[in-house]
Nanobody, 116 residues
Framework: QVQLVESGGGLVQPGGSLRLSCAASRSIFSFYRMGWYRQAPGKQRELIAG???????DYVDSVKGRFTISTDSTKNTLYLQMNSLKIEDTANYYCNAIDQLNGHYWGQGTQVTVSS
């Protein structure tokens, strides 16, 4: 059973920064792809940043240039550095991983609130 544990959410003012972490219970090299999703109240969950093991990254337009996805294989951890945060970034953020057998795994989510 794969576990993904997110941390790093919180309350931040507009223009501020946060770094989310997603610690996996096994090597990130066992996954084909990892990513960050978010879900705001009343909205569908959306993929905002993806990382394919092999180094390819992709971002939704609304976060390009502000968010950066990265990994630390020594810690089996996925990160999301979020800069220049906006009120509309407020959401619950989820880590996702897909393994070589197309198994999908989710973390429990971490809340990010951007407010003055």
């Amino acid at each position: 059973q794969v576990q993904l544990v997110e941390s790093g959410g919180g309350l931040v003012q507009p223009g501020g920064s946060l770094r989310l972490s997603c610690a996996a219970s096994r090597s990130i090299f066992s996954f084909y792809r990892m990513g960050w999703y978010r879900q705001a109240p009343g909205k569908q969950r959306e993929l905002i940043a993806g990382f394919t093991i092999g180094g390819t990254t992709d971002y939704v337009d609304s976060v390009k240039g502000r968010f950066t996805i990265s990994t630390d294989s020594t810690k089996n951890t996925l990160y999301l550095q979020m800069n220049s945060l906006k009120i509309e970034d407020t959401a619950n953020y989820y880590c996702n991983a897909i393994d070589q057998l197309n198994g999908h795994y989710w973390g429990q989510g971490t809340q990010v609130t951007v407010s003055s």
